[in-house]
DNA sequence: CATGTTTGTTAGTAAAGCGTACGAACATAT
DNA sequence: ATATGTTCGTACGCTTTACTAACAAACATG
């Protein structure tokens, strides 16, 4: 079932440059990482850069032959099948028959991802008392799922808890696993260290590595709302330049930016909850301000006023108008916030992700209209402003597109 | 004087694979384009990569060996040779005698960036009235200027006005031009196309091009927040997540993030002028909406400002308090809008670049404060907020660190 | 003076992509 | 039916790139 190697990952010091390992029919490439400016770069990286090109065409595409991929990237009918031939061999793209229609020509032998060939298994860890697990096939469809109460566990009993979890998704895989991905609450880097995540206890995990070792499958770790913007970019058609919400107990935002994720200096970009918006005061936070984001917008927050407008009575039209007054407000406090936001990035797309009663109604429009009223137009007239239409699985499928990005290079 | 050929630039169709022009000594790659996972790698783009690492070890680290350089970078002593080989033969590096100290073996052979051997030319059309040009040292110092009234120039006439200029500052060059690097106000396409800057009155001017095509030499063209913000990571030792303000006529933004420049879904990222900021109202703007940034911060508004309250009388004392009022409270509205941004991209750095006696006082100090009360204290105790060192050259050496990051790759 | 170390270069090898050329399979014109 | 042209996929040889191995030069130290 499983397949890849246990992955040492990073660090790959001397890389015997063979073409094949013994290991048999595992994918024989860790594409594209991030390409930074001061690492050298090998003419086999470049294979795998254009190995992912192939891959990332085809999965874009469709049905394609050979040479409409040839075409498209640019690279030779020869090579393309070469690249080609070796995707074949790791059982990530097959033949499906020839092209109908009649041209002059030979007639073309028609490709497509593997759908069915591998899977990947999402782990979404940033639900209040439950961990969540699925497995998944390549488009991002959820093929099975095994969730795991959380309980008060924290820290290494948590810790353990995720790897049980994660051993129980994969034994429901019926293909071979092509990696794990998992969505976590906190500040996380990119080697997968969870630097620090209050809700789950945990400061310095190295989730990455741990799991990775104690699974022998590659495993990436992201945080949640970078994992769900990545989905929504991967599988929601968004823009590459996107902004993606995420309202529950907190608030916390993920960022793709010319289609890759921001992680921030200290790899916490995102955190957007605590910061002061309006400046006309506000409830006291936890955090010691007054006036945070989330003393408007968290579920919370908001399921306990409305719960409240309900309980003081009044006709039911009172309650309604009470409470989407409640709404409008915090919609119009984020979009107060998102206002400088979209002018410095010159955002494309922002998305909205949590309980859709909550979001998808005033709260949403409120946001919209004060978004518009306080930025530019010729911003606002091209942003696009959405609940997502993921639903609640958007973590786990951003964990499942997490490993399509960092394995395969596809996004 | 003027080395490097008309440079089409983008779209190089068809590459012919050889070694070296007939040209002769002409750089022979035009290094790190942004890798766009849509694009093919060859392995030669990949020695590119390879040989812009060795010249930015160099350029960074100062004076190193062959095998320094080749233990810096990763790759083989025989590869870093070839490649110093290939940057001494451009006139890039050059041998600086041998190395001092006894050690055992043999002695190094020292290399250093050629810091005489090339020049660039930078433009700054930000100004206002005034067109001003310089030829500048691989350094980022300004060895001759040149300058033009612009008087009420605009549209094709400012666009001659600029080639003219051009013409002017490359004859003042002493040694073979690098490249021409452009600063301009507006929204500038990564081909170098001005979509729109209305100050200059310009719609689609394809400066890049036309600038190239006149000149006979590779000309980069960005926005001037971005020019400047790429000034400030160059030379000013500034961090790689970098945003870099300007105060002016108005106010504009240019984003480093991750060390690579932000450009924004429409190529249109920094434009925070027109975000209105704060809940309390505020000045009409010209832009119709109320309480825009540039309606507190501007530097008509601000010197305005402070000169009506000095005609005003009232002891020196009062003024100086009400004018230090003034400068406060442009502070805390630029602090204002500045949080979600911190928040949203975890910021390192923010660089405030404008007329000195305006921005360092008071009005600084309250950005300051005003950002670190209303963001998480993780992001604002890590956040350096300060005003540039690089003077109003800023914009002129941000050109050509345009030019040394996209000719050579070094940044 | 022998030994060890560091530097930089020479020679040979493996990988990657290109161009050319070719057979296979089809449509259409004669 | 045959000839011609088109498109697809592959085989062969070439160039570029970076690697490994080996070596001479130039130094320090015992």
Redesign the interface.
């Known amino acids: 079932m499983t397949e890849a190697r246990p992955s040492t990952e990073t660090g790959e010091g001397r890389t015997p440059r063979a073409s094949a390992p013994g290991g048999g029919a595992a994918p024989r490439y860790a594409p594209?990482r991030a390409?930074r400016?001061?690492?050298?770069?090998?003419?086999e990286?470049?294979r795998g850069?254009?190995r992912?090109?192939v891959l990332?065409t085809l999965y874009r595409g469709g049905r394609l032959s050979r040479a409409d991929l040839a075409r498209r990237?640019?690279?030779t009918r020869v090579t393309t099948s070469d690249l080609v031939a070796e995707l074949l061999d790791d059982a990530l793209v097959v033949e499906v028959g020839q092209r109908e229609g009649s041209r002059p020509g030979k007639p073309a032998t028609l490709l497509e991802v593997n759908r069915s060939g591998h899977q990947i298994i999402g782990l979404d860890l940033s639900e209040r008392g439950v961990l969540r697990g699925a497995v998944l096939d390549l488009d991002g469809l959820v093929v099975a799922r095994a969730d795991a109460e959380r309980g008060d566990a924290a820290g290494e009993q948590l810790l353990a808890a995720v790897v049980t979890l994660a051993r129980r998704v994969a034994a429901l895989a019926t293909a071979p696993v092509l990696g794990v991905g998992v969505g976590t609450p906190g500040v996380v880097d990119p080697t997968g260290t969870v630097l620090s995540a209050p809700n789950l206890g945990w400061t310095g995990v190295a989730l990455q590595s741990h799991l990775s070792l104690e699974l022998g499958l590659p495993v990436v770790v992201a945080n949640d709302a970078n994992a769900a913007a990545l989905a929504e970019h991967t599988f929601g058609g968004a823009?590459?330049?996107l902004?993606l919400i995420r309202v529950g107990l907190g608030v916390g935002?993920g960022?793709l930016?010319?289609?890759s994720p921001?992680?921030?200096?200290?790899?916490?970009?995102?955190?957007?909850g605590?910061?002061?918006?309006?400046?006309?005061g506000g409830e006291r936070c936890a955090?010691g301000?007054r006036g945070c984001l989330e003393t408007w917008l968290s579920e919370p927050r908001l399921t306990g006023e409305l719960a409240r407008i309900r309980t003081e009575g009044g006709s039911p039209e009172e309650a309604e108008r009470r409470g989407d007054a409640v709404l409008r407000e915090a919609g119009k406090r984020l979009g107060?916030?998102?206002?400088?936001?979209?002018?410095?990035?010159?955002?494309?797309e922002i998305v909205l992700s949590g309980p859709e009663e909550l979001l998808a109604g005033p709260l949403l429009q409120s946001t919209a209209d004060t978004v518009r009223?306080?930025?530019?137009?010729?911003?606002s007239s091209?942003l696009v402003l959405r609940t997502t239409d993921l639903g609640p699985d958007i973590v786990l499928r951003g964990a499942a597109a997490l490993v399509l990005s960092g394995r395969l290079?596809v996004?």
């Open positions: 594209g390409l400016p001061s690492v050298k770069l090998l003419p990286h470049a850069h254009n992912s090109l990332q990237t640019g690279l823009e590459s330049d902004m935002a960022l930016l010319g289609g921001l992680f921030g200096s200290r790899y916490a970009a995102g955190e957007i605590h910061v002061v918006v309006g400046t006309d955090c301000k107060i916030a998102l206002g400088p936001v979209v002018g410095a990035l010159n955002l494309a009223a306080r930025t530019m137009q010729t911003f091209e290079g996004s």
